[in-house]
């Protein structure tokens, strides 16, 4: 981890390569369907709001970003950021079919930063071949072997000890304590 102190953008960078997910809930186009090029989607950051979709003239308008030059900069680092990701994952028999990034303003200097996490929790990967999953959608559809899934990525990627020991934790039924009365 590489960490600066930065004011976070309240924005969602939401890249897409490949239709899946909320995109073809709301529009109705078919899961899979390769894009043309790189979509990018804004969502404001707001939980109780359900970081609802917005447009670019949103972010603007709110100022949720400081100017339509610092956007334009942001558009740009995404997309660079897509082109150096896509190679990479594919050079591993993975697809990335899409992911989320923030950015913020560094305290010092004043710069745009990425600052986000990239992990198979923020990413959609797909096995080249088999489409198989290999991200958090294990875990949203119940898909069952979500560390097998995250291990193989960080292994492919060459980033993980092949002796490494790290094993799924095995919670039990959560049981109400009690407690003796004196
Ligand atoms: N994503 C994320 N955090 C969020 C919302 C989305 O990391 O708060 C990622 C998600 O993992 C996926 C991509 O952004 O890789 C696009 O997500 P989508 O809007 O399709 O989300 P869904 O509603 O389908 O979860």
Redesign the pocket.
């Known amino acids: 981890q590489l960490i600066r102190l930065a004011t976070i953008y309240p924005v969602?960078f939401?890249v897409r390569n490949i239709a899946?997910?909320?995109?073809t809930k709301r529009l109705g186009i078919a899961d899979g369907t390769v894009l043309s090029k790189p979509l990018i989607e804004y969502s404001y950051k707001n939980d109780d709001l359900g970081?609802p979709l917005v447009a670019r003239e949103h972010v603007l308008e709110f100022n949720w970003v400081p100017d339509a030059a610092h956007l334009d900069l942001i558009n740009d680092y995404c997309l660079r950021i897509n082109d150096f990701m896509q190679g990479m994952f594919r050079g591993v028999g993975i697809k990335l079919v899409?992911?989320?990034l923030e950015f913020g303003k560094s305290y010092v200097d004043k710069q745009i930063l990425l600052a986000d996490e990239i992990s198979p929790?923020?990413?959609?990967l797909w096995d080249v071949s088999s489409e198989k999953k290999l991200d958090?959608d294990r875990f949203?559809k119940d898909l069952g072997n979500i560390m097998q899934a995250y291990q193989e990525v960080a292994r492919r990627l060459g980033i993980i000890h092949e002796e490494s020991n790290i094993s799924e934790v095995k919670f039990g039924k959560p049981r109400a304590v009690d407690f003796k009365k004196k």
């Open positions: 969602e939401i899946t997910g909320s995109l970081d899409d992911f989320k929790d923020t990413c959609r958090k949203r």
